[in-house]
């Protein structure tokens, strides 16, 4: 039998102000976001040899552990900047970019999608001094087919996607399926898709011991003719299940560690791996298409983005994020065909852009109605300073 790929994936995301909140309303909670944050180097120091993560990293969040004042705030808890500092370790982790404000990219209009992906290069690049990024990891898991081009042109190698969305285009076994990355093509531009199998995504999710992860990869791959990768993929920083302070009862104490022990013997047949470094070795092989869809959440499937489009007051939440961004680019348009640019107006542009990109943060949508609100607060922000930028253009 094949040695058996693992690449372990952790989402990590906390929306803009949000641990600040915390900090001052649940100071308990935002310590145990922290802990469990500051605890993913830590886990792994002493296996440089075998321990291979990648991490996603929100725009949003990046911004906080990088922004001085929120660094002082919480030093005692843990310090932010050694935490950056050791997630910059190639030897363990895998950073994969993605897009700033953690929007679910295909709810939010084409023209906002590239400069989420952009802003989020620009801080990625500079916090851990890194000129290009392999993976993209699509917030939500939303993904549509329409983004490959933008992506290449990015320079995304590939991209993650769930596995219940993944339609062949040629014959295929459900292994090859799963455990093996392939290619989709769209509008002339080809992209590596690698597949996130969701059901043991649920399960690192919820809390799994080691022998039953090795017992159920042996028996989901027993059958593949080529090497297999495994993709997991799940939140790092939310559950119990990684927020809990003791060793003994989570994720990195209970079932990583017991993984990496395994996986340094010399007949182990599971080992962790880079998604890079198996695509260097093993390459892709077989044409798919991916479905509009994103990955699932406690209440549905990610079919239709019914968590994200449930109700009324989000559907008109997101038509008004369309309505915004329509008139933001019309009166950007209209500013940089003008026959000399103003500082004042471009100032006014900007400030409007960025909360019109943070108005599709997820989170507005995730939680119902609940922080509907929020969205709302942005888009007002945008309006103002696209109003007054409007009025010194006539």
Same mark, same amino acid.
């Given at each position: ?22 900090? $001052? ?31 996603? +990293? ?27 500092? =050791?997630?910059?370790? !190639?030897? +363990? ?8 404000? =953690? ?11 590239? $400069? ?12 851990? @001094? ?12 939303? *993904? ?35 455990? %093996? ?17 969701? $059901?043991? @995504? ?10 039953? *992860? ?16 495994? !993709? ?15 060793? $003994?009862?989570? *994720? &990195? ?10 996986? %340094? ?5 599971? %080992? ?24 699932? !959440? ?9 968590? &994200? ?14 309505? !915004? @961004?329509?008139?933001? =680019? ?6 940089? /065909? ?29 939680? /119902? ?6 969205? =709302? ?18």
């Amino acid at each position: 039998m094949s040695i058996i790929h693992h690449a372990l994936v952790l989402n990590l995301h906390q929306p803009a102000g949000n641990l600040e909140y915390l900090l $001052e309303h649940a100071p308990w909670e935002a310590q145990e976001i922290l802990y469990a944050l500051d605890r993913i180097p830590r886990s792994l120091w002493g296996y440089e040899d075998i321990a291979r993560v990648h991490l996603a +990293l929100s725009g949003t969040l990046l911004e906080t552990l990088s922004n001085p004042g929120f660094q002082q705030r919480v030093y005692g808890i843990i310090k932010c900047g050694d935490l950056l500092w =050791h997630l910059q370790n !190639t030897a +363990l982790f895998n950073l994969l970019g993605s897009a700033y404000y =953690h929007p679910a990219l295909p709810l939010i209009p084409g023209p906002d999608r590239e $400069e989420h992906i952009k802003r989020w290069l620009g801080i990625g690049r500079h916090l851990f @001094s890194q000129t290009r990024f392999s993976g993209f990891w699509p917030p939500e898991m939303a *993904f549509t087919m329409e983004l490959i081009p933008l992506l290449k042109q990015h320079g995304f190698r590939y991209v993650l996607v769930d596995s219940l969305h993944v339609e062949p285009l040629e014959e295929m076994s459900w292994q090859e399926l799963r455990y %093996r990355p392939h290619i989709a093509e769209y509008g002339g531009e080809e992209i590596i898709v690698v597949v996130r199998d969701r $059901e043991l @995504s649920d399960a690192q999710e919820a809390g799994m011991e080691y022998d039953w *992860f090795l017992n159920e990869l042996y028996h989901r791959t027993r059958l593949c003719d080529f090497p297999p990768l495994v !993709t997991t993929c799940s939140d790092g920083d939310n559950g119990g299940w990684f927020r809990n302070t003791s060793e $003994e009862s989570n *994720f &990195w104490g209970t079932f990583y560690r017991d993984f990496l022990t395994g996986a %340094r013997r010399d007949n182990a047949i599971l %080992r962790p791996a880079f998604i890079q470094d198996y695509l260097d070795k093993y390459g892709a092989k077989g044409r798919v298409r991916i479905t509009t869809a994103a990955w699932n !959440t406690g209440d549905h499937s990610g079919i239709d983005f019914i968590q &994200w489009t449930g109700s009324q007051r989000q559907k008109e939440a997101l038509k008004r994020v369309e309505e !915004t @961004s329509t008139a933001f =680019h019309q009166l950007k348009q209209k500013h940089l /065909g003008a026959q000399a640019l103003n500082p004042e107006i471009a100032h006014l542009l900007n400030e409007a852009e960025w909360h019109l990109l943070r108005s599709e943060t997820s989170c507005h949508f995730y939680w /119902g109605e609940a922080w509907v609100h929020r969205a =709302h607060e942005d888009l007002d922000t945008a309006w103002t300073q696209m109003n007054t930028a409007a009025q010194k253009l006539k």
